[in-house]
């Protein structure tokens, strides 16, 4: 069973910077896309950053020059390097994953996974 473990959320003062990991275990065939989403209260749940198999990254305009997303393929690992941290970045963050689970027997299937959430407070 594909697991995702979350780390290093916690608080900080805004123009901090924190660091997130999130590893992905368990019967995992092939990853196509490891990514970040954060949930503010009150507010829908939104992408933050995401990068595929092959290195291409995507982010949105509110953390563009601030957060860096990066994986390290061996370790089945994705992290979201936060600098410059505002109070609007306050929020549950997410991690997500897009994969292929190899099953019992050979057969394979897509698989969408979300992680339990781990919260980031920023600070005046």
């Known amino acids: 069973q594909v697991q995702l473990v979350e780390s290093g959320g916690g608080l900080m003062q805004a123009g901090g910077s924190l660091r997130l990991s999130c590893a992905a275990s368990?019967?995992?065939?092939?990853?196509?896309?490891m990514g970040w989403y954060r949930q503010a209260p009150g507010k829908q749940r939104e992408l933050v950053a995401t990068?595929?198999?092959?290195?291409?990254?995507n982010y949105a305009d509110s953390v563009k020059g601030r957060f860096t997303i990066s994986r390290d393929n061996a370790k089945n690992t994705v992290y979201l390097q936060m600098n410059s941290l505002k109070l609007e970045d306050t929020a549950v963050y997410y991690c997500?994953?897009?994969?292929?689970?190899?099953?019992?027997?050979?057969?394979?299937?897509?698989?969408?996974?979300w992680g339990q959430g781990t919260l980031v407070t920023v600070s005046s």
């Open positions: 990068i595929t198999s092959r290195g291409s990254t």
């Open positions: 997500n994953l897009d994969a292929t689970e190899l099953l019992p027997g050979g057969t394979h299937r897509l698989l969408e996974l």
């Open positions: 368990g019967g995992i065939f092939s990853i196509n896309a």
